[in-house]
């Protein structure tokens, strides 16, 4: 079936950098756009960056611009999300998903489950 | 910067009871807007695309109906498993960037 596996998560001081992975099984990886979507402690879900089916084209939140890359290996069907300066409000659990296309035009039908992040000093 | 409001935030309904939740965004995103279900603990699950299209496997007392700046997702008669927070999703024509809604959580009055 359709999976997505997350990991990578752990606890960082602000300002160190920190690199999850998403594993994605059960589909073709390469044919789709993947997401990176986070949900700090209380509060709602938060859109983080967006990677096209062939890895041409990345969109960020303005809230991550400049600090984080998203990236993925298709021979691989692995997704990442390279995260830099690291900011307590970084702080969240990470959920990696599929879009609808290859070129991120409907949203996310397919999530993983979550990897958490907490940056603290 | 698009902004998205859900109304109500709170919504206490009972088992078999019609649900009615409003999407409003300050810019036009055209039909792109979507509908997540969230429940504790689990991944959030994708109800409606593209403001109206139920994705696989979503029951039929589940819609999407709107346009513009305007959506609302209608749940026809509440089952026990429904009770959960629910989000609109919308993006931008260009660039593609996402915007999620602050949530509408549905209890059990």
């Known amino acids: 079936q359709v999976q997505l596996v997350e990991s990578g998560g752990g606890v960082v001081q602000p300002g160190r950098s920190l690199r999850l992975s998403c594993e994605a099984s059960?589909?073709?990886?390469?044919?789709?756009?993947m997401h990176w979507v986070r949900q700090a402690p209380g509060k709602g879900l938060e859109w983080v960056a967006l990677?096209?089916?062939?890895?041409?084209?990345?969109y960020y939140a303005d809230s991550v611009k400049g600090r984080f890359t998203i990236s993925r290996d298709n021979s691989k069907s692995t997704l990442h999300l390279q995260m830099n300066s690291l900011r307590d409000e970084d702080t969240a659990v990470y959920h990696c998903?599929?879009?609808?296309?290859?070129?991120?035009?409907?949203?996310?039908?397919?999530w993983g489950q979550g990897t958490t992040a907490t940056v603290s000093s | 910067e698009i902004v998205l409001t859900q109304s109500p935030a709170t919504l206490s309904l009972s088992p078999g009871d019609r649900a009615t939740l409003s999407c409003r965004t300050s810019q036009s995103g055209g039909s792109y807007l979507a509908w997540y279900q969230h429940k504790p603990g689990q991944a959030p699950r994708l109800l409606i695309y593209?403001?109206?299209n139920r994705a696989t496997g979503i029951p039929a007392r589940f819609s999407g109906s709107g346009s513009g700046t305007d959506f609302t997702l209608t749940i026809s008669s509440l089952e026990p498993e429904d009770f959960a927070v629910y989000y609109c999703?919308?993006?931008?024509?260009?660039?593609?960037?996402?915007?999620f809604g602050p949530g509408s959580k549905v209890h059990i009055k």
């Open positions: 593209d403001a109206s």
């Open positions: 059960g589909f073709t990886f390469r044919s789709y756009a």
């Open positions: 999703l919308q993006r931008t024509i260009w660039p593609p960037l996402f915007t």
């Open positions: 998903a599929k879009d609808l296309s290859g070129s991120g035009t409907y949203g996310m039908d397919v």
């Open positions: 990677i096209s089916y062939d890895g041409s084209n990345q």
